[in-house]
């Protein structure tokens, strides 16, 4: 017997993992800030020497949990939104607020991002990142010359909250991950799982 089956749009999404759609629309200053609970694995399996700069801090969801661990934080970010210091664009900068640059960088965004931490940093540089960054010529073209020497893949998936709202997020459709670069790092980039 033979189906008749049509499908819609979104079928092809659903097999996939994937979503082409969002109740929301996007935030316009690509702010989502990240479960502070990110920070407890990314430190379980790196040392960072030296302060933190957090240069898009948001609310200070990570910048927060990394106090609580007992780290020095600068925190800053373009946008106010009651925490850090303010009107900061990262991508302006010409020095260093701290030894090691951790951010959740607004994704529209995270290549420069990332070329700014590389220039910017003294130690470590570490970025939450969706898996799909792996992805792209261009990026491949920024990971043949600035390799990161970890990808920590979350293997459970992890929420970003539009505005900072975690009680309005579900589960979430992305997979993210650690991606952490050593200054001066050179060789092939490792994979594990957190």
Not at 5 to 18: D, E, I, P, R, V
Not at 39 to 61: R, T, Y
Not at 94 to 108: A, D, F, L, M, R
Request: charged share 25%; net charge positive; with cysteine.
């Amino acid at each position: 017997m033979d189906k008749d089956w049509t499908g819609n749009k979104k079928s092809t999404f659903a097999t996939l993992g994937a979503s082409n759609h969002s109740e929301h629309d996007r935030e316009i200053n690509d702010y989502y800030a990240t479960e502070p609970n990110t920070i407890n694995a990314l430190f379980k399996v790196e040392n960072f020497e030296g302060n933190i700069w957090e240069c898009a801090c948001g609310e200070g969801h990570l910048s927060n949990r990394m106090i609580e661990l007992g780290k020095e934080v600068i925190s800053t970010d373009l946008i106010y939104r009651g925490y850090g210091i303010t009107g900061i664009d990262f991508l302006k900068q010409t020095k260093s607020h701290g030894n090691n640059i951790v951010t959740n960088p607004p994704y529209k965004y995270a290549q420069e991002f990332v070329e700014k931490a590389i220039e910017l940093s003294t130690n470590k540089i570490a970025m939450f990142l969706k898996l799909t960054f792996l992805e792209g010529q261009k990026r491949r073209k920024m990971f043949d010359k600035y390799p990161p020497k970890y990808v920590y893949v979350f293997s459970q998936r992890k929420k970003c909250a539009l505005n900072g709202k975690f009680e309005d997020t579900g589960s979430s459709a992305a997979a993210y991950a650690w991606f952490v670069w050593y200054k001066d790092y050179k060789g092939d980039t490792i994979i594990k799982w957190i």
